[in-house]
């Protein structure tokens, strides 16, 4: 079958850096995604990974092993409202049926003062 | 740009009865997906819709069904309702074949079953 593992829930504190993991075992591999969503409304689009390598932007980073079946979420200088939970999917392929996204369940994240 | 809208936003149903909601994706898109999402099961697949045609579909039963028309907005109906059913229903359309976080989701639709 196909599978996305992420940590249910995390903590930090304002201002700390946060990582969060996400493993897959998946037919194919064609993508994975990062979004954000905050309690009460709709995901958000954060990162995109389809190669090796760690993609930056801004305080948010995305790491992808596809040997691993790895990646991560890198969250700098955590701020109150990065509060929210964070979802990993990936696309097994780019064709057909399989287009479709797998999504893990999320990570709920609780950033301190 | 309008974001994805989806109406209604909130809703309230009793065991047997149907219901339909309605997506209007970004202006452009041609693909919408649908997912319900629930705390225990997360973000489930329920369908994709691309020019008018289903070109995907998740694990769940018939009466889970929708609809695309000509102009890209679409409908997704789930008839005698169970319980279970209650959940938050997003709609997501994107550019097709577009790689870079293509999704862009509505606000969704919360639907409660008595």
């Known amino acids: 079958g196909q599978n996305i593992d992420q940590p249910t829930e995390m903590t930090a504190t304002e201002g700390a850096i946060v990582q969060i993991n996400c493993t897959y075992q998946?037919?194919?591999?064609?993508?994975l995604f990062w979004y954000q969503q905050h309690a009460g409304e709709a995901p958000t689009f954060l990162s995109y990974?389809?190669l090796d390598g760690l993609e930056e932007k801004g305080r948010f980073s995305s790491f992808l092993s596809r040997s691993k079946g790895y990646s991560y979420l890198l969250l700098k200088e955590l701020q109150m409202k990065d509060s929210a939970s964070y979802l990993c999917?990936?696309?097994?392929?780019?064709?057909?049926?399989?287009?479709?996204?797998?999504w893990g369940l999320g990570t709920s994240l609780a950033v301190n003062p | 740009k309008a974001g994805v809208t989806q109406t209604p936003r909130y809703l309230i149903k009793t065991r047997g009865q149907q219901v339909t909601l309605s997506c209007s994706p970004i202006?452009?898109?041609?693909?919408v997906s649908w997912y319900q999402q629930t705390p225990g099961q997360g973000l489930q697949f329920l369908f994709e819709?691309?020019?008018?045609?289903?070109?995907n579909k998740g694990n769940f039963p018939g009466r889970f069904s929708g609809r695309q028309f000509s102009n890209s907005r679409s409908e997704m109906n789930v008839s005698t309702l169970e319980l279970g059913d209650s959940a938050l229903y997003l709609c997501?359309?994107?550019?097709?074949?577009?790689?870079?976080?293509?999704?862009?989701f509505g606000p969704g639709t919360r639907l409660t079953v008595t």
């Open positions: 997501a359309s994107s550019l097709p074949g577009q790689g870079q976080g293509g999704q862009y």
């Open positions: 202006s452009g898109h041609r693909s």
């Open positions: 819709y691309f020019s008018e045609t289903q070109r």
């Open positions: 998946t037919s194919g591999f064609n993508g």
């Open positions: 990974n389809v």
């Open positions: 999917a990936v696309r097994p392929s780019n064709a057909g049926n399989n287009r479709k996204l797998i």
